[in-house]
């Protein structure tokens, strides 16, 4: 697989989210084992970028990536994220943000523990805390680049002026964001800024939670605790009108002989080679099919299409978790 650059990491064009293995999607039940294999078997295909958090159970998604890369570890570049998790306040609910100088701490003994690894490779402040300065968060997390304990530092649905500030503070190697063809929010203001300060962008579901793959044709199709039931995008007549979406990709994907996840990450991938997709699996054959992706050639006006397609009907999350994201 081909390579790419998050600031000064280096890392596969593709890589790999393990959220959906513990918590939320379809399929989350899979036993452990099964996630492993599947961990496994990405990273035999060269999709050694494998992103994780704390808050995802919490914490039984880290350990379970640890489990499966231990022996592995040289082979495998890890990227968590803090700050939804405290260990400060029992007051805060899991998704509370809080990146208090104190909570970051013992959020980065934690994670390495679990990993089972003495470094981080990408670690991520998993959404901006308002209640406390990006220059401190990334003051602490430039400490803990000196001592060895992470490697690089990144920020997750951050905004403009966020992004800059933690930035003139130590290098921030990505920026993570929902990315996809029905979100394309980051293409106005985002991308052009961290492409002026050299700062690689990481798109997560970047297949629109499992939309794109054109799989899911309607609610029935998802076990009745999947998260997604309850999305606006799927919800109020939404999955519907964002069909036409799904129904070019699938015709795009007819003509280069591909399928439409394969088609949905190529575009992605042909929006500038500093876009690192991080699509998720349960599924060995899932992950198998997504690192094709990197070998499907899109001509330019199969990419002028599908850059035409209209926006998706609603928003990507209900109006609790909008109002976590920074603007």
Excluded: C
């Amino acid at each position: 697989m081909q390579t790419s650059r998050l600031g000064e990491l280096e890392v596969p064009r593709i890589g790999l989210g393990v959220m959906g293995m513990s918590a939320f999607y379809t399929g989350a039940g899979r036993s452990d084992d099964d996630a492993v294999r599947v961990i496994h078997r990405a990273v035999e295909l060269g999709i050694s970028l494998i992103d994780t958090a704390e808050a995802y159970g919490p914490y039984v998604n880290e350990e379970l990536l640890g489990r499966a890369i231990k022996g592995r570890r040289e082979q495998v570049v890890v990227a968590t994220k803090f700050g939804l998790v405290s260990h400060t306040s029992r007051a805060l609910p899991v998704g509370a943000p809080n990146s208090s100088p104190d909570n970051i701490r013992p959020a980065v003994e934690g994670s390495l523990q679990r990993l089972q690894t003495d470094y981080l490779d990408l670690y991520y402040q998993h959404r901006v805390d308002p209640d406390t300065p990006i220059e401190e968060v990334v003051g602490v997390l430039s400490e803990l680049v000196s001592e060895g304990k992470v490697r690089h530092i990144g920020l997750s649905e951050a905004g403009l002026d966020t992004i800059r500030r933690a930035h003139a503070v130590h290098p921030i190697a990505a920026v993570q964001s929902e990315y996809s063809l029905w979100s394309r929010e980051p293409e106005s203001q985002i991308l052009p800024a961290l492409r002026e300060l050299g700062i690689g962008f990481v798109p997560y579901s970047p297949l629109g939670r499992g939309f794109l793959t054109g799989r899911l044709r309607s609610l029935d199709d998802l076990d009745e605790d999947d998260w997604r039931r309850t999305n606006p995008r799927f919800t109020g007549g939404n999955l519907e009108r964002n069909m036409s979406i799904v129904d070019e990709v699938q015709a795009v994907a007819e003509e280069v002989e591909a399928t439409a996840a394969q088609v949905a990450l190529a575009w992605l991938l042909a929006q500038g080679t500093d876009i690192v997709p991080i699509p998720g699996s349960t599924r060995a054959e899932r992950v198998e099919e997504n690192a094709l992706a990197d070998q499907v050639s899109l001509t330019a006006d199969q990419v002028a299409r599908l850059n035409a397609l209209a926006p998706a009907a609603g928003e990507r999350y209900d109006e609790e978790n909008m109002g976590a994201i920074d603007g």
